[in-house]
């Protein structure tokens, strides 16, 4: 049995695995994130431990292995003993922007040929050059910047290790050679030694009575459960992030231009990927914010145009563009902004995969997670992209993708965690939605975007 631990932005999961690739326990809490979109981090230690070792009692010695992933750009400072010397900042925590100013002089250009990133606050260099100017005595006694996966190994383990798919997020990372980048270390005068060891995801940690597996980035993990050849894996939770495997880094002016992040998971397997930073998270703002349920039309249009930027979107002259309507008029009612609210979201998912199909052959699309619960809300999606959409009938697959990884460094039988079942939901009534993605693509463009 393996017991996989996914830190999300919305819960935390728990989960026991079979060998055979069946779910036997689940557990799941939300997770602490405060209104500063900080964790505390032993608040986080104890609800994971507390869970972790009722499940270690109940089935004792049955338990073969541990793998913890789940939210990239976020971290925390420890001393030498282990202890946070800060909350954890998450990827919704932005601060940071003004200092990593100074990437500025090794230019865009040259930061996406060495990290695949564009400079960007959400990534972890940011809380580092923020917290190593704002409080340069902590910073000076630290003993390490750790992700919160890693601050969740080191905790049961003791080492301070992280995966190429979390490294691939901190903006330091030089994914072609896989070690940390000594040119960008030296510019921003951060010590190598601050950093933690980096390995391929599903490297061993540490082996107690447990094998204790490095797990890493949530989405990445969890595409390692599917076929993805000729396919696009669509993660669709609080975040939705649309992901492509290549074999080697597409550090190409393409992908640059358009503002996606390349990454690598192992030596031979890297990824490229784009996405909506707050996509399911929407439900959250309309429900809360608005007061409007999420029913949806799935064969007409509001006519509305909703463009989804609620966490802001950079456009190609560096401007920052905010969400908006475009179309209220005085027949508008609440019930067509609700409309158009997820028909804005779709239309941004669609402008994702028609530039993907560009650079590479795609032939089905494959969507997991929190959010194809929502069957309206899948229709209407697959309407609006025009292509069938097939679901995974396992909600948890970055869980299944830790239980892979533990079955692989224990070398067990990898086809158990791989999925297979899927429900199809085809396009319908495309005409409809056709025009209307037509005026969103020509506002977008006028937009830079």
Not at 2 to 20: A, F, P, Q, R, V
Not at 80 to 88: A, D, E, Q
Not at 347 to 370: A, R
Not at 376 to 390: D, E, F, G, R, V
Request: hydrophobic letters at 35%; one cysteine or more; a positive charge.
């Amino acid at each position: 049995m393996y017991i996989t631990i996914d830190l999300g932005t919305t819960n935390i999961k728990i989960i026991i695995w079979s060998e055979e690739g069946k779910i036997l326990k689940k557990e799941s809490i939300n997770t602490p994130i405060e209104r500063d979109k900080t964790i505390n981090p032993l608040r986080l230690i104890n609800t994971i431990e507390e869970i972790t070792e009722k499940f270690k009692r109940k089935y004792k010695n049955r338990i073969t292995g541990i793998s913890t992933g789940g939210m990239a750009e976020s971290g925390l400072l420890i001393d030498k003993k282990g202890r946070p010397l800060t909350p954890v900042y998450t990827w919704l925590d932005h601060r940071g922007g003004e200092e990593l100013k100074i990437l500025k002089k090794l230019s865009r250009e040259r930061i996406f040929e060495i990290t695949g990133l564009k400079i960007n606050p959400k990534y972890s260099l940011a809380k580092i050059l923020w917290l190593k100017k704002h409080y340069k005595d902590l910073w000076r006694n630290s003993y390490k910047w750790l992700n919160v996966i890693d601050f969740i190994n080191y905790h049961f383990t003791g080492k301070p290790i992280t995966d190429y798919s979390l490294a691939s997020r901190m903006l330091l990372f030089d994914i072609r050679n896989k070690k940390w980048s000594e040119e960008i270390l030296n510019l921003c005068e951060i010590p190598m030694e601050k950093l933690p060891e980096v390995k391929p995801a599903g490297s061993i940690i540490e082996e107690k009575e447990q094998i204790y597996v490095l797990g890493g980035h949530d989405h990445p993990i969890g595409s390692l459960t599917l076929d993805l050849s000729k396919t696009l894996y669509d993660s669709w939770g609080t975040a939705e992030a649309i992901l492509a495997h290549t074999k080697e880094p597409m550090l190409i002016e393409s992908i640059k231009e358009l503002g996606y992040s390349v990454g690598c998971i192992w030596n031979n397997l890297y990824y490229v990927i784009a996405g909506i930073p707050y996509s399911g998270g929407i439900t959250k703002w309309t429900k809360e914010k608005l007061k409007l349920s999420f029913k949806v039309k799935t064969e007409k249009s509001s006519k509305i145009l909703f463009f989804p930027y609620l966490m802001g979107k950079e456009n190609r002259n560096s401007k920052i563009i905010k969400a908006f309507f475009y179309g209220i008029d005085l027949n508008t009612s609440l019930k067509d902004i609700g409309q158009a609210i997820w028909e804005g979201v779709f239309f941004e998912t669609k402008t994702i995969i028609e530039s993907l199909k560009k650079n590479f052959e795609i032939k089905k699309i494959i969507v997991s997670g929190g959010m194809t619960r929502y069957k309206s809300l899948l229709q209407l999606k697959a309407n609006i992209i025009n292509m069938p959409l097939h679901i995974s009938k396992e909600k948890e697959l970055t869980s299944k993708g830790l239980a892979l990884l533990i079955s692989k460094a224990l070398n067990k039988e990898l086809e158990n965690f791989k999925e297979k079942s899927f429900l199809t939901i085809y396009s319908q009534n495309k005409e409809e939605f056709e025009k209307v993605y037509f005026e969103y693509k020509k506002i977008r463009d006028l937009l830079g975007l």
